[in-house]
């Protein structure tokens, strides 16, 4: 009972405090999002071990692997698509080569 | 604390499904993420979020993730009457949390911003219409659940059956709070 | 079950006899039509001169370790058959160690030495690289249609069809895009080939080191009429090039917009056609049917 | 009204051409022959009761093997008619069709020759062997096991579908690239059935993958760790990952193509903000990882047929288990090199190109650990012998060709060419075709109890090799000459049309390769009594499946053994095989019909949304979650088999050496 109450209340606590980050312009600019970025995952953490238990788990720890298995997998496919869309979006959109090739630094 | 099916492969069975649903949503993710300012002349994410609403509904999600906790440590304890209350709190929960998340969408199309007008709001309809469609069949499932509590009590069959609601009901609140704060907070913040 | 000694008999392995037939009749079929019209082997362009000479290499580099291989398969499967009863026959052999790093150790070498070719290779030879010579590069405005290519020279006004002219030895910049699904603009005998896109611009570039005529096609499917979409490329001496300019704006036709939209609608198998001139900024316009009307995107 | 009822079904979607008469009759024919044999010989009951509703999934392997075999020989005419066609569509030949049927014909060439043939010939193997390999009696989820076989059936139906009604496949290449498969490019219902054939088959094996991952980790005999299992059980644990891994990518991406053409999305359409390139990436993402699904399995195969035919130990058990499980890391993290040609930066292509090389190590390794097996074996030349001795020659030449497309600068020329093309058959054809026939050889006596004919299997493996140099070397010339995939009419000027005639012939072979293998089984089961397989044991075999009666009994064992080393059946076999004292009861799932009402409901899901017949479709979406919410409600799923029963059925059987 207590450890469902806890969870509960730590997960409030992190959605308004990301809430009020962004409505209230806390911060601004890139450490906002990493800011956001980083109670979410925190949130996250505080969800998988409190309401879905994937501590108390006996043998071989077969759900936390899995887990783990399909965070890399997110991080691959989210991070690669949007660094590969954004790559593919910018050299296609830019006038001309010669301010793609300096900002890549290639000398002629 | 746990039936003995806990750790049995009913429950490895269900989690690996899961797994495969989040990497669905990540896949999502990524069309939207590449897609999020494409909105051709159309509406931009600041114009269109209204963060107040959004913020009752992950306070709502956030409550009936916990009544469904409550739930869950009634059945434990084999008590029906308990887990089929909160149980019956977590489905009001949960139904609210879709009508206005609904009544978002109707608002949006009234304001001829549909999934039609730009690729941005395509892959936000679809985002975050995937997540209500789970929201849905979670709320049939707890239909379900309590049709069987009420007819063939807390026997491990059932239960078992409940202990897997649980984890997806939950599951989707982890879903949601990237969806908040990565659609909502990100498209309001940046 | 030990079995009788049988004396090898080259015949009886077979499949050595197979491959080594196969090998003769693909050499053969590579004499018979002649090395002249393989494009890929005899690059006419500085860019596919590079990237054949990086094929040509790397098939090399791996041959050191795929012939050995053909030729462990063939001895083992000779010396260890099973009529050989004299040959050593460990089943219970534990592989030791150092066998199986040797065994890590000899394709992470040769992968190690192809990733440093590539590295190189693919920094160097980036189509959106301009090349250095002499020359001034000049610029090609190439637009893919429902199954015919649009060549615009912006600096000179006069546009193409399913022909390009250009100067030998000079830095070509072609600047792609399409009017039609995603398609790829390619030219083997001068260089590697880049995809056109609705909406957006890519580039491609590539220079011509003789004279002569070349080949270019779509390489990838954009409907029905995907494979007519064949376009010839004539490298030319610039005096040559200079009075093919002078002969197209002589002529009397002029592209205006809605002379490209009857062009741009379906159709297959385009004889080659020029324009003395050509209305407006016609790339642009085209890239922007896909932009929203007021761009602030 | 009409619109109402039937959407854009008309009585034009019914036949009016050439190829799609002539496939609606030969299907029919062949429905109608099936029906009249059954009712003819009353069978109708007994293949509704041990064959349709069965969970058993040895019976669920083996009407895997069924279906994907038929879609083999519709894949393989698909391949005949794209050979006729471009061998004499030159110059002013306009060849056999026009361009749009060939475009189709390639499409569907491709997508049944992936998703029906290769899935179904390895998802039945793994049915048969895996739980027999790992010393289990059944798969962890028995009701998602049929369920996921009907649903491939029922992809299979959808893509076979267009001869009866729509006359048009998608025409847009096997993966349907955006946005050529867009609404504005491909306005038939081509597109749509692409869609929905792999939409649902795709859930059928999203499901096997999930129920063999479970089965593999959580239902292994008692002492077989996780590295005591055979090498086919690990590569297809590794393809099990990759499996759940990837496919919900695809389904995400068919998801949106399906809301693009059906809703008027914006996800891949040219205008309104959509980015065609998203489509590429994504389908991508999914599709080099799927073909290291198909080939892992085709590696654990050769792992068990070399130990066997060397009668010697796996050399580097550790290495061919580090090589799989590198592969399967790195499958994930190499799909730009599909696209090097759509212009990101050098050092984008540069990484992806690195990775792709990297992939080449662990694949290395595991081929010259398997020659490492041979070195100082006994190596028999049966047939599965001769398949790995086929794969070595094919996929290492490939593997070659791999390396060569994994170089940006090197893949600008070679990419969408015909030396892609050589490339890709000889990694398919080689590495997983010749690895499933090596298999069915090694394990047709285990499931039906009858060896097959050796002299017919050198004959067929002959024709194969010969055939497959002969069709695909002059591909790579070809390529080589810069002519691109998919054409379906060339120059003569261009002296291809010699090569293509080549390569035709080659196919011949290998037409003539597949009629002796028909022969070989049909040989092989007239003259069963020669070469039945008593022993259960034909090939001195080294792992579990060996160590039942073949076919294995309906429980598969009758005492779950204990496992102490590797290669578990050879241990036993030295230690002297004992007869189990003491039998228990077995408790085995039930038959179940509802696999098979969830796939009709997800065929009218799919057909209705073709179609746009909306009131079908809610209807089917309805029927299918009520058949899962009854399923929910049935407690009593399995039945028990009394000791005594097995004592009785175990004493039958000869007993063994």
Sequence with gaps: MKKYTLGFVLSIILTLAAYFAVVDKFLSGFNLTLLIVALALVQLCVQLYFFLHLDAEEGPRWNLSALLATAGMILILVAGSIIIMNNLKYRHNVPDTKTILENEAITK | MHPEHNSGKYIFGFWVYLMTDLIMFAALFAAFAALRISTFGGPTMKEIFDLPQIMIETLILLMSSFTCGLAMLAVFRGKKKLSFLWFGVTFILGLAFLILELSEFRHLINDGQSWTRSAFLSSYFALVGTHGLHIAVGLLWILVGLYQIKTRGLTPFISSKLVRFSLFWHFLDIVWIFIFTFVYLMGVAT | ?297 | MRELIFGKLTFDALPHEWFTEGGTFFMTLTGLALVIYLTYTKRWKWLWQTWMTSTDPKRVGIMYMVVASAMFFRGALDAAIIWLHQSLSSGSNPGIMNADHFQQIFTAHGDIMVFFVTMGFLFGLLNYIVPLQIGARDLAFPFLNTAGFWLYAAGAMLINLFFVLGGDFAATGWLAQAPLSELQYSPGVGVDYWIWSLQVSGLGTLLGGINFLVTILKMRAPGMTLMRMPMFVWTSLCSMVLVISIFPILTITITLLWLDRYFGMHFFTTGFGGNPMLYTNLIWSWGHPEVYVLVLPAFGIYSEVVATFSQKRLAGYGSLVGGAIGVTAFSVLVWLHHFFTMGANADVNAFFGMMTMIIAIPTGVQVFNWLATMYRGRIRFTTPMKWFLGFVSTFTFGGMAGLLLASPAADFQLHNSLFLVAHFHTMIIGGALFGIFAGITYWFPKVTGIKLNERLGTYAFWCWIVGFFTAFVPLYILGLMGATRRLDHYDTATGWQKLFITSGVGLLIIALGTAIQVIQIVVSIRARNKNRDETGDPWNGRTLEWATSSPPPHYNFAVIPKVEDRDAFWVMKQKGLTKPKRYEDITLPKNTASGIYLSICAFLVGFAFVWHINWLAIAGIIGGIAVVIIRSFDEETEYVIPAAEIKRQEERHAPRT
């Excluded at chain 3, 002249?36 to 050191?64: C, D, H, T």
């Excluded at chain 3, 052999?93 to 992968?111: D, E, G």
Aim: glycine residues 4%; aromatic residues 10%.
């Design chain 3, 1 to 297: 079950m030990p079995g009788r000694y049988k004396k090898y008999k080259l015949s009886e392995h077979k499949l050595t006899c197979v491959s080594l037939i196969t090998a003769t009749v693909a050499l053969a079929l590579v004499l018979l039509i002649g090395k002249s019209n393989v494009a890929l082997l005899n690059p006419k362009g500085w860019v596919a001169w590079q990237e054949s000479k990086l094929i040509v290499q790397s098939v090399l580099i791996m041959l050191i370790v795929v012939i050995p291989t053909f030729a462990a398969a063939f001895f083992i499967s000779r010396k260890y058959r099973q009529s050989n009863v004299k040959a050593a026959y460990t089943p219970e052999a534990v592989n030791s160690r150092t066998t199986q790093i040797v065994l890590w150790a000899i394709p992470s070498v040769i992968v190690a030495v192809l990733i440093f070719k590539m590295w190189n290779g693919a920094h160097e030879l980036d189509p959106f690289r301009p090349l250095h010579a002499q020359e001034q590069p000049m610029t090609i405005q190439v637009v893919a249609l429902q199954w015919k290519w649009l060549f615009i020279y912006p600096d000179l006004n006069i546009a193409t069809v399913n022909f390009v002219q250009i100067p030998e030895s000079t830095p070509i910049n072609f600047e792609l895009t399409s009017d039609a699904p995603m398609n790829s603009f390619w030219i083997p005998s001068l260089g590697g080939q880049m995809y056109a896109m609705p909406g957006m611009a890519t580039k491609l570039q590539l220079i011509a080191d003789t004279t002569g005529d070349f080949a270019g096609s779509a390489a990838e499917i954009n409907g029905k009429g995907f494979a007519g979409m064949k376009f010839m490329a004539r490298s030319s001496s610039r005096g040559d090039f200079n009075t093919w300019v002078q002969s197209v704006q002589n002529s009397s036709s002029t592209l205006t917009w809605p002379d490209y939209e009857n062009l741009a609608k379906p159709s297959e198998n385009i004889q080659p056609a020029a324009y003395a001139s050509v209305q407006g900024d016609l790339f642009a316009q085209v890239m922007t049917k896909y932009m929203p009307e007021h761009t602030h995107q």
